[in-house]
T-cell receptor, first 114, second 113 residues
Framework: QKEVEQDPGPLSVPEGAIVSLNCTYSNSAFQYFMWYRQYSRKGPELLMYTYSSGNKEDGRFTAQVDKSSKYISLFIRDSQPSDSATYLCAMSAVGGGSNYKLTFGKGTLLTVNP | DAGVIQSPRHEVTEMGQEVTLRCKPISGHDYLFWYRQTMMRGLELLIYFNNNVPIDDSGMPEDRFSAKMPNASFSTLKIQPSEPRDSAVYFC???????????FGEGSWLTVV
């Protein structure tokens, strides 16, 4: 079993839809959970960061972590065409923020259609 | 700030040739990372440096790969000899201190034919 599993999609939604992106993981030592956004032919950029279980909201984006189920989610409300990108989950067992021993999911390709 | 700068952006080379990828981290950052991204394996950490010193190279796939950081503003990732299975996007990234945001460059797209 891979340490981090993420459905690669692709996921195609109409503008204004609520998008749900998810990852599961197997390593119970993971404490720090991140979502990165990667536009086509660009490097990943940090979108959301959460420590341990719980929710975090930032504008249209909400990150949820359920450590008991080893399941993390990213919700995008009122999705926009500019949200079209690949979304990668990442997690680490030590340190905080975007730390060095990150394990990434393979990413979900999202397209928001106008 | 100009961000993390990588060169070349694209490289096509023949099997057996040496490939050198270059990276200039963000000024003042003390951590530098090399990642590789493929469809099959996703984004993988190859090696990272702290204050120019290699800390963990356990992700380097084999002896054909080597990385150096001669000073705080420059790093190289070298593949010698290159093989078709090395075809991937190689990202350099940097951060300041532990636990802070990692900033990625735009990647070097390598194709080995």
């Amino acid at each position: 079993q891979k340490e981090v599993e993420q459905d690669p999609g692709p996921l195609s939604v109409p503008e204004g839809a609520i998008v749900s992106l998810n990852c599961t993981y197997s390593n119970s030592a993971f404490q720090y959970f991140m979502w990165y956004r990667q536009y086509s032919r660009k490097g990943p950029e940090l979108l959301m960061y959460t420590y341990s279980s719980g929710n975090k909201e930032d504008g249209r984006f909400t990150a949820q972590v359920d450590k008991s189920s080893k399941y993390i989610s990213l919700f995008i409300r009122d999705s926009q065409p500019s949200d079209s990108a690949t979304y990668l989950c990442a997690m680490s067992a030590v340190g905080g923020g975007s730390n060095y021993k990150l394990t990434f999911g393979k990413g979900t390709l999202l397209t928001v259609n106008p | 700030d100009a961000g993390v700068i990588q060169s070349p952006r694209h490289e096509v080379t023949e099997m057996g040739q040496e490939v050198t990828l270059r990276c200039k981290p963000i000024s003042g950052h003390d951590y530098l990372f090399w990642y590789r991204q493929t469809m099959m394996r996703g984004l993988e950490l190859l090696i990272y440096f702290n204050n120019n010193v290699p800390i963990d190279d356990s992700g380097m796939p084999e002896d054909r790969f080597s990385a150096k950081m001669p000073n705080a503003s420059f790093s190289t990732l070298k593949i010698q000899p290159s093989e078709p299975r090395d075809s991937a996007v190689y990202f350099c990234a940097s951060s300041y201190g532990q636990g802070n945001t990692i900033y990625f460059g735009e990647g070097s797209w390598l194709t080995v034919v």
